[in-house]
């Protein structure tokens, strides 16, 4: 929308299954949004890392999706992110130096085709049934890493900032009793599901 409220471009992002845009981000250069889909045809969602849905032996599973587009709202490049089991975006941003970062969650475990988490990274293994997941994209669509999120429970992302110094800040909640917080304010898990935040130094210097 333009700053007077009238309409500036629309479109329509979908297929013949389920489609969400969860999370978008907007600069000079043109827009990225997050989002959650079962549809198995998404021509828009190519040029990138995965360029299918993977569902496994499922025949309802999501994945993640991470879609950039030009201020016209024409897409550059697109890209599924899942395993076996159901994925869902949840945010993006992009820092200075034109990497992409996308947030959700996932059910799926790595398995040999390491789907979500590379080799080396932070949590490289699900630990509960959902986690949280990080991945970071260059600017042309090609993964340099991801990893998972979580501990010995669930974990669901809600969403992440970008501060100074390029760390990430992510926030959501867990069920987890371990694991997650250290040199924190709350270092003891209080409740049947507790609010996390997690700051990460993954993003350039800028």
Wanted: some cysteine; overall charge neutral.
């Amino acid at each position: 929308f333009l700053v007077d409220g009238s309409a500036l471009s629309n479109r329509y992002l979908g297929g013949g299954g389920t489609d969400a845009v969860n999370g978008i981000f907007t600069d000079s250069s043109g827009l990225a949004v997050a989002g959650t889909t079962s549809s198995a045809s998404l021509g828009f969602l190519s040029g990138g890392h995965q360029g299918s849905l993977n569902r496994g032996a499922s025949t309802t599973a999501s994945d993640a999706f991470l879609l950039t587009l030009t201020t016209a709202l024409s897409p550059r490049w697109g890209t599924y992110y899942g395993g076996d089991n159901d994925e869902q975006g949840v945010a993006v941003t992009r820092d200075a130096s034109g990497y992409y970062f996308l947030l959700g969650n996932t059910a799926s475990p790595n398995g040999t085709a390491r789907a979500i988490a590379t080799s080396g990274s932070l949590f490289p293994n699900r630990r509960g049934a959902t986690d949280a997941f990080l991945a970071k994209f260059s600017a042309g669509g090609n993964r340099s890493w991801g990893t998972y999120y979580g501990s010995n429970k669930d974990e669901i992302a809600h969403g992440f900032a970008r501060g100074r110094g390029g760390n990430l800040f992510l926030a959501g909640e867990t069920a987890s009793d371990t694991g997650i917080a250290r040199s924190g304010f709350q270092n003891v898990f209080a409740g049947t599901a507790d609010a996390f935040t997690a700051g990460l130094s993954v993003c350039p210097r800028y």
